[in-house]
C-alpha cells in the first residue's frame, strides 16, 4: 500500500489550510475501499474529529433506517455528539450539515458513492467545512465525481504481478512468498485474477490448508464456472446502468473487446444506439478502458468484467445457447445452426465460416442485428480464413438464409458475386465484404437505411449509388476491377467520407466536386497524370481532409484555395511533383501537411501564411533552401526535415515559438543554429544519421523542457557540459565517452545506451497522439488507415509500413 498512499497523500494535501475533496475511482474489487481505510487510519490523528461511511450506495437506498437521513445523522452525531432526534427530513439534514460542520477540522470518508444526490446530502459544498477539513470519496462512476465538481480524481491501479503474487500468499501460506510445491498454481491464480484484489483474496483465503489435488480442481473450475463472489461484487456496476448502455456493454463483452474504438462505434450506432456517450459511461464506470496501440485506440476490459458480461448472457439458460442474445463460441454456434435451432433471442453472432456451418439455422433468427462472419479473430492462426470450393458445404447455400433483420453485416471473404436474392436489406445501415468475391450489388432495389459500404479489394465492377440516398461513408480500397461509379446529379448529399485509393480502372472523378457535405477524401495510388477535376468553383466546400499520396501528378491546381477548410493534406510520395501553387497559402485552417518523400524542390515564398499549420512534413523532398517566411508558423508543433538536402537551417529557425518536436534524421546540416536554443517547448530533437554534423551547440541545457535527444550514428564526439542540468533527458545511441565531472550521475540523468541496431529502418519516428473521449474516432486514425492500405497495396514498391507511417504521423 506504502507507494499507492504517498500518492494519494500528495492530493490531500495535509497541513495546507484549504479544503479538499479527493475522489478514488475503480472497477468493484480494485481496493477503493482499502486504500481509503488505510488512508483513514493513517491520518485520522492530523483532524479534530473523523468519521469514514461505509457502503453509502446500499445505506443511502435502505428504507428501513431511514437511508440519507440515517447517514446525515450519523455524520452528525460523529462528528459532532449531536443527536439528530429533530432533523425529520434530509432537507433539514442538509441544513444542519451546513451550518454546524464549519466548527470543527474533519475527516470524512464516503465509500461507494454512486449518486450525486448523496453528495449533495452528505457532503454538499467545500464551504460546508472548516478550513484544513478533508472528504474522500470512493466511488465505480467517475461521473458521479464530475458532476460534484470533484477536481482531484485518483484512478486505483491494479497489482502488478509481484504486488499480487506477495497478496495471494499471505492469504493462502501466511507468509510474502508462496510454498515451493505450489509456485507453478500460485502463478495460475495470479494470471487469472489479472490484478484484481478481490480475487486474489477470495481465492487465496479459499485455497488456505487445502491439498495440491484440490488446488488442481478448483483452478481447473475456474475456466468453465467464475468466480461467484468476484462477479457479484463486479454486477453491482452493470446493474445500475440505463438499459441500452447494458446492451453496449454485453456487445463489448461477448465481441468487441480488443476491436478499435472505431470500429465498435461504426457497429454499435448501426444497431440504434448512440455509442459515443454509451462508451464514455462505461468507461466512467470503469467498466471499459481505452488503450493506445501507434496510433489506433482499442477498447479493453478486465478480463473478470469480460467474464462477468458473458455470464450475464449465459446464466440463464446455461445448456441451451440458441436462447442466448448473443452468439460468440464456434461449436455452439456451429450446433445451433446445424441442427436448424435459432430462435428470436440472438442478436448478435460472431463466427469463423468452415464447413461444419450451416446457414440454415439463421432463418428463425428474426431479430438478429449483426452477424460478423470471418470478424478479425483473437486466434492469429484463424485470421484468414477462407471457404475453399473443394470444401464440403454447398457454397450455393451458404448465405440465402441472411435475416432481413439485420443492421450491421461483416463477411470477410465471402464467396459468392451477388448478395442473396432473398435478403432484403431494408435495415441494412453497415455492410462490410472486404476480400470478396462480390461483383455487385443491389440492381433496382433502393436501400434507405444503408449508410456505410466496405468493400475493399473485391471484385466489384459497377456500383449505382443512386440507390443509396442515404449513404455517409463509402470505402473501396483496391478495387483493381472498378470501371465506373454512377452517382446520379444531386445524389449523395449525405456523404462525409470517401475513398478510392487504388482503384486504377476508375477514369471519372468529376462528380466528387458535386458532394456538398463531403469531408474525408482519399484518392491515392491511381497514376494519373493530371490532377483529376474534383475542386469545386466556390469556396464553400466541406472537405477537411485530402490524401492524394502515389501519384504521378506534377502540378496541384490553383483551384485548392476554394478548400476553405482543408484541415489536412497529404501528397506523399507523388514524386513528380514539382511545386506547390502560391495559392495554397489561402487555406487558413491547414493543420497538417504531409509532403514526405515527394519531387517538392522549393516552397511558396508565403509559405509562412499557413498560420494554422501544426505538424508538418518535408523529409526526403528535394527542397534546398527554405523561403524566409517559413519561420513565420508561430502555431508549428511537429516538424520532419529528415534526408534534408539543405545544409544549413534557417538562421531564424528559433521563431518556431511552439515547436516540440523535430527531426533532422539522416540530414545534410553541418551546424545547428543558435537561435534553436529559443525552442523553449521542445521535448524531441532528432539528429541520427546526421553524418556532417561534429558537434552540439554549447548550451543545449538551455532547452529545459528536452526529454529525447537521439544521436544514433552521428558522429558526436562529446557532450555539451550544460546537458548535465536537464534532469530526466534521455539520451538515445550516443557512443562517445561522457565526462562524470561534467554530468551528474547517470542514474540521475537516465542516459540510454542503445547499442547500434543492424536495421536502423525499423525505427519510426511518430508524434504523441491526443484521444478525445468523446469523440474518439478521428482523422488521426484515418490518416494511418491509408498509411497501411498504401503499403499492403504497394508491397512491390518494397516501402516498409513502419518507415511510411513516421512520415504520416497524425497531430494532436
Known amino acids: 500500500m ?23 475511482k475503480g472497477m468493484g474489487g480494485a481496493g477503493k475501499t482499502t486504500l481509503a481505510r488505510a488512508t483513514f487510519d493513517r491520518l485520522s490523528d492530523d483532524f479534530e474529529a473523523k468519521i469514514f461511511v461505509d457502503d453509502v450506495r446500499e445505506n443511502s437506498k435502505a428504507l428501513l433506517s431511514g437511508g440519507l437521513l ?16 429533530h432533523i425529520s427530513s434530509v432537507h433539514e439534514g442538509t441544513n444542519m450539515m451546513k451550518t454546524k460542520l464549519r466548527g470543527r477540522k474533519v475527516l470524512v470518508v464516503l465509500d461507494d458513492v454512486d449518486h450525486k444526490d448523496q453528495l449533495e446530502a452528505l457532503a454538499g459544498d467545500l464551504n460546508w467545512f472548516k478550513s484544513g477539513s478533508r472528504i474522500i470519496i470512493t466511488t465505480r462512476d467517475e461521473q458521479v465525481l464530475i458532476a460534484h465538481r470533484v477536481n482531484l480524481i485518483h484512478d486505483v491501479n491494479l497489482l502488478s504481478a509481484k504486488e499480487a503474487i506477495g497478496l495471494f500468499s499471505r492469504h493462502a501460506f501466511g507468509k510474502d512468498i508462496p510454498v515451493q510445491e505450489y509456485e507453478k498454481q500460485s502463478l495460475q491464480v495470479v494470471r487469472y485474477a489479472a490484478g484484481l484484489p478481490l480475487t486474489i483474496k477470495v481465492l487465496g483465503s479459499f485455497l488456505c490448508g487445502k491439498d495440491k489435488p484440490e488446488w488442481i480442481d478448483a483452478l481447473a473450475r475456474l475456466k468453465t464456472i467464475p468466480l461467484k463472489e468476484t462477479l457479484e461484487k463486479l454486477e453491482l456496476s452493470f446493474k445500475n446502468l440505463e438499459d441500452d448502455y447494458k446492451e453496449i456493454f454485453l456487445d463489448i463483452a461477448c465481441f468487441l473487446k480488443g476491436r478499435s474504438v472505431k470500429d465498435a462505434i461504426e457497429i454499435l450506432e448501426s444497431c440504434g444506439f448512440h455509442a459515443i456517450n454509451g462508451l464514455r459511461v462505461l468507461k466512467q464506470r470503469s467498466l471499459i478502458t481505452y488503450n493506445e496501440s501507434g496510433f489506433t485506440v482499442f477498447l479493453s476490459m478486465h478480463d473478470h468484467i469480460e467474464e462477468m458480461g458473458r455470464n450475464i448472457v449465459r446464466h440463464l439458460h446455461p445448456d441451451e445457447p440458441n436462447k442466448h442474445s448473443r452468439l460468440w463460441i464456434q461449436e455452439e454456434i456451429e450446433d445451433v445452426l446445424g441442427n436448424d435451432l435459432g430462435t428470436e433471442a440472438t442478436r448478435g453472432i460472431k463466427l469463423r465460416l468452415t464447413p461444419e456451418v450451416v446457414f440454415k439455422g439463421l432463418g428463425n433468427m428474426k431479430k438478429l ?23 464440403p458445404v454447398r457454397i450455393d447455400d451458404v448465405s440465402q438464409y441472411l435475416p432481413n433483420s439485420l443492421r450491421y453485416l461483416w463477411w470477410r471473404d465471402y464467396p459468392h458475386w451477388c448478395l442473396p436474392k432473398t435478403f432484403q436489406a431494408n435495415n441494412l445501415v453497415t455492410l462490410n465484404m472486404s476480400c470478396s468475391r462480390i461483383e455487385q450489388l443491389w440492381v433496382e432495389e433502393t436501400v434507405k437505411k444503408l449508410k456505410s459500404i466496405h468493400l475493399c479489394s473485391t471484385k466489384l465492377r459497377t456500383l449505382d449509388l443512386g440507390l443509396t440516398p442515404n449513404l455517409v461513408k463509402l470505402v473501396l480500397q483496391s478495387c483493381n476491377d472498378l470501371v465506373e461509379l454512377h452517382v446520379p446529379v444531386g445524389s449523395l448529399k449525405r456523404l462525409v467520407h470517401l475513398e478510392l485509393f487504388d482503384c486504377k480502372r476508375l477514369k471519372s472523378f468529376s462528380f466528387i466536386k458535386d458532394l456538398e457535405s463531403l469531408e474525408v477524401l482519399t484518392l491515392g495510388m491511381l497514376h494519373l497524370e493530371e490532377f483529376p477535376d474534383i475542386f469545386p468553383s466556390h469556396s464553400n466546400s466541406s472537405l477537411r481532409l485530402l490524401r492524394f499520396d502515389f501519384s504521378n501528378i506534377e502540378n496541384l491546381p490553383s483551384s485548392i484555395e476554394n478548400l476553405r477548410k482543408l484541415c489536412s493534406l497529404s501528397l506523399t510520395f507523388c514524386t513528380k511533383l514539382k511545386c506547390l501553387p502560391e495559392s495554397i497559402c489561402s487555406l487558413q485552417h491547414l493543420t497538417a501537411l504531409d509532403l514526405g518523400i515527394c519531387g517538392i524542390e522549393k516552397l511558396p515564398e508565403d509559405f509562412g501564411e499557413l498560420e494554422c499549420l501544426e505538424w508538418l512534413n518535408l523529409s526526403n523532398t528535394k527542397i534546398k533552401h527554405f523561403p524566409d517566411s517559413i519561420c513565420k508558423l508561430k502555431n508549428l508543433k511537429t516538424l520532419f526535415l529528415e534526408g534534408c538536402e539543405d545544409s544549413q537551417l534557417p538562421e531564424d529557425f528559433g521563431q518556431f515559438e511552439s515547436l516540440n518536436k523535430l527531426s533532422l534524421r539522416s540530414s545534410k546540416i553541418r551546424d545547428i543554429p543558435s537561435s534553436i536554443l529559443k525552442l523553449k517547448h521542445i521535448q524531441e530533437l532528432d539528429l541520427s544519421k546526421c553524418s556532417k554534423l561534429k558537434q552540439l551547440p554549447e548550451n543545449l541545457g538551455d532547452l529545459e523542457c528536452l526529454v529525447k535527444l537521439n544521436l544514433t550514428h552521428a558522429p558526436i564526439s562529446h557532450l ?9 533527458l534521455e539520451i538515445i545511441g550516443y557512443e562517445g565517452g561522457i565526462d562524470p565531472n561534467a554530468l551528474i550521475s547517470q542514474e540521475q540523468q537516465r542516459i540510454t545506451r542503445v547499442p547500434k541496431r543492424k536495421n ?11 484521444v478525445n473521449e468523446s469523440q474518439p474516432m478521428d482523422l488521426n486514425e484515418q490518416m494511418v488507415d491509408q498509411a497501411s492500405m498504401a503499403c499492403h497495396a504497394g508491397a512491390k514498391r518494397s516501402y516498409n509500413l513502419r518507415n511510411m507511417l513516421k512520415f504520416i504521423s497524425p497531430i494532436s
Not at 498512499?5 to 484549504?18: T, V
Open 70 to 85: 440515517s447517514l446525515q445523522i450519523k455524520i452528525l452525531s460523529k462528528l459532532l455528539n449531536y443527536d439528530g432526534n
Open 369 to 391: 442485428r449483426f452477424l460478423l462472419v470471418n470478424w478479425w479473430d483473437d486466434d492469429k492462426n484463424s485470421r484468414h480464413i477462407k471457404l475453399d470450393r473443394n470444401d
Open 2 to 24: 506504502e507507494h499507492r498512499l504517498q500518492d494519494l497523500e500528495k492530493s490531500l494535501g495535509i497541513g495546507s489550510d484549504d479544503v479538499r475533496m479527493i475522489g478514488i
Open 720 to 728: 555539451p557540459d550544460s546537458i548535465s542540468s536537464l534532469e530526466g
Open 760 to 770: 536502423t529502418n525499423i525505427e519510426a519516428t511518430t508524434s504523441d497522439t491526443v
